[in-house]
């Protein structure tokens, strides 16, 4: 499933002025929270909840002027927007698996499908690379240096890592 | 200072911190040969794999990684034309020049000496001049460190990026999330909602990870590159001896290590600034300038020299004041306090093997590089352009996972990740520097807590913070640092 369009031009304004609005929101939210904590505890995140408020205004009327203005910021917020969705899904859905099953084989799978998914159809390799990260982090790690990593379900090497 | 950097040469000569420059050095190599990875990505996939080791371990790969990653930006930019790193698009402009003159091999001869040369004079500095900064800052009480803080971010804040709003917003941040946590002086809880892996606040490691190493992740899946470099590249012999040539390359190596040292100190420049400043220098006393940019071994050499003189003196206000020269700096600021050690005059008290062992790795390491980036190792190591970048954006994924997951053996950790991993990503897009949201979270409990003793120490009275020749120095500095981008575009205006 090979993604090729590109994202539309102008949206890195777009995005400009809606991580503005959502930093304004954030602040507020952290001003009303700090509010309610004691004396000391209260001021210095209420300092930082009120700057961060009056910067991003700042920046989302800079860039609502410059829009008025016919200067909006050029170019699209992400270089692939389909491509950065699968990236971002990816992501949800290895830590999703690791979490449920283990780091061996999402991380194969990861290794295999996600330059798969992007156009990348020599399978051979990718599962060369997948293969030989893996071991080499289970060497390092579990052999070598003793660390944890998530509980397995691969049996036996699942009871060895838990 | 001799006495404790004689009490660290065995520790830096232990064979298990021999090992751990040798692998820092060939990890900053490939990091720095891959376009789009920068030696703060090889840094923040690093520092949690080195979480738990022994320090000098994971400083002497820092330490490599660092140097290794300079030279390495070289390679790509020599043979391909595509800079590593940003420090090496200097080097380009000379370097692919010769490459198609047929001196590829001369050319990365003369940037690997070049570099070596500007990161063993930069280490010397660390060395020489870190102490004195020491014993200034022992004057220093709750007022000063305060004022010190606030100094460090405004740096950082304002000369990083070109935006000083977003340079600010960025701090903001990194100070909101330094928040996160039980308040120390009187047990309140701040921001934690009621999950429990919050009471100490967030991970350092976890936010140094995910801000520096996912978002080039995503990048890679953006850009989808499924070629890599032609083998035939790599076929290289060598073509004369660059030290025999010292005394003509000498003036340039002074002149770049000079500069490169004088910009790594000063905070919000270095690497490509340097560089550039290098190779501008360069050109400029050049007896035929027309000759730069067409494959004059000198540019080579300036740049490259610059880059690598600007490594180690980006560390000394960071390990004297706490405050970093560069953004790997303020990464490896975040390494050392992942590893307990807090920078300034108590880390040369408390740990004076460790810290002056840190700047020992810094020279060995700079020589290490003149073996293990000589041709035969770029032959080897430069191997993995011929990798298509797609296939690895996974593999760095699967080393951030594990190394994030065994720092607190908690999946809760892996979706900190992924959260800072995509604001760092939508930060990155829209111009947002990232050095200051990690300067903001370690400095932020310090400025708090030492503002919190001075007023205290001072019966509340706000005026005793501007009462002291040095808080009156380092206020008006800051004050003066956050106009700078005002003055500047005034000036640009006029």
Redesign the interface.
């Known amino acids: 499933m090979e993604v090729s369009s590109a994202s539309e031009p102008g949206s890195r304004s777009l995005a400009e002025i809606g991580f503005a609005a959502v930093l304004i929101a954030g602040a507020i939210v952290v001003i009303v929270t700090a509010s309610a904590y004691p004396g000391e505890s209260a001021t210095y995140p209420l300092v930082i909840g009120v700057a961060l408020a009056g910067l991003g205004c700042w920046i989302l009327l800079r860039e609502v002027l410059r829009r008025r203005r016919g200067h909006a910021m050029a170019g699209s917020f992400a270089e692939h927007g389909p491509r950065l969705v699968i990236g971002l899904a990816a992501l949800v859905l290895y830590i999703l698996a690791v979490s449920q099953i283990g780091f061996i084989l999402p991380s194969v799978a990861l290794g295999v499908l996600l330059p798969a998914s992007v156009g990348f159809r020599r399978w051979g390799l990718s599962f060369v690379v997948a293969i030989v990260s893996v071991v080499a982090i289970l060497l390092i790690f579990v052999l070598a240096l003793e660390r944890p990593i998530p509980p397995d379900i691969l049996s036996p090497l699942g009871r060895l890592f838990r | 200072m001799i006495d404790a950097l004689l009490h660290a040469v065995p520790l830096v000569f232990a064979p298990m911190n021999i090992l751990a420059m040798i692998i820092g050095v060939i990890a900053g190599l490939v990091v720095g040969c891959l376009p789009g990875l920068t030696v703060v990505t090889g840094l923040a996939v690093l520092i949690p794999l080195t979480f738990?080791?022994d320090p000098l371990f994971a400083l002497g790969m820092m330490a490599g990684m660092y140097n290794g990653g300079s030279y390495g930006g070289a390679i790509p930019a020599i043979l391909m034309r595509v800079p590593g790193t940003p420090a090496s698009v200097a080097t380009v402009l000379d370097g692919y020049k010769m490459t198609q003159k047929g001196q590829a091999a001369y050319a990365l001869q003369v940037a690997l000496l070049s570099g070596v040369i500007g990161s063993v004079l930069s280490s010397i500095a660390l060395i020489v001049l870190s102490p004195p900064l020491v014993s200034f800052s022992l004057l220093f009480g709750p007022i000063e460190y305060f004022w010190l803080g606030i100094l460090g971010l405004a740096t950082v804040s304002s000369l990083l990026g070109d935006d000083l709003?977003?340079g600010?917003?960025a701090c903001?941040?990194g100070?909101?999330i330094g928040?996160v946590g039980q308040?120390i002086?009187?047990g309140?809880e701040?921001?934690t909602f009621g999950q429990l892996e919050l009471l100490d606040g967030f991970s350092a490691i976890v936010l140094l990870t995910g801000l520096f190493a996912?978002p080039p992740?995503?990048?890679m899946?953006?850009?989808?590159v499924?070629t890599g470099m032609s083998g035939d590249k790599l076929k290289l012999h060598a073509q004369g001896s660059v030290l025999r040539q010292w005394r003509y390359f000498m003036p340039v190596w002074l002149r770049s290590s000079v500069i490169g040292i004088i910009i790594g100190i000063l905070p919000g420049a270095g690497g490509s600034m340097s560089s550039f400043l290098a190779y501008n220098e360069a050109k400029r006393v050049a007896r035929e300038p027309e000759t730069f940019g067409h494959g004059n071994p000198e540019g080579v050499a300036a740049s490259e020299c610059g880059n690598g003189a600007d490594n180690a003196a980006s560390l000394i206000p960071a390990l004297a004041l706490g405050i970093p020269g560069s953004g790997v700096a303020a990464v490896i600021l975040g390494g050392l306090l992942v590893h307990g050690l807090r920078p300034g005059p108590q880390l040369f008290r408390e740990h004076p093997d460790i810290v002056y062992g840190f700047m020992l790795q810094f020279l060995v390491t700079s020589l290490m590089l003149a073996v293990l980036g000589g041709l035969a190792a770029t032959r080897i190591f430069g191997q993995v352009l011929r990798?298509?970048r797609?296939?690895?954006?996974?593999?760095i994924?699967?080393?951030v996972?594990?190394g994030v997951?065994?720092v607190n053996?908690a999946?809760f950790d892996?979706?900190v990740?992924?959260g800072v991993?995509?604001i760092g990503y939508?930060l990155e897009?829209?111009d947002y520097p990232s050095a200051p949201i990690v300067l903001g979270l370690l400095l932020g409990p310090m400025i708090?807590s030492q503002l919190?003793l001075a007023l205290t120490i001072s019966g509340g009275r706000t005026a005793a913070l501007v009462s002291t020749p040095i808080a009156i120095t380092l206020a008006l500095l800051s004050a003066a640092i956050l106009l700078t981008p005002a003055w500047r575009k005034l000036r640009m205006s006029a």
Do not use: C, H, M
């Open positions: 738990g080791l709003p977003k600010l917003i903001g941040i100070l909101l928040a308040d002086s009187n309140t701040r921001f996912v992740v995503l990048q899946v953006e850009e989808a499924k990798l298509p797609i296939v690895l954006a996974p593999v994924l699967l080393f996972t594990i997951y065994s053996n999946v892996l979706w990740l992924l991993g995509v939508v897009r829209l708090e919190r």
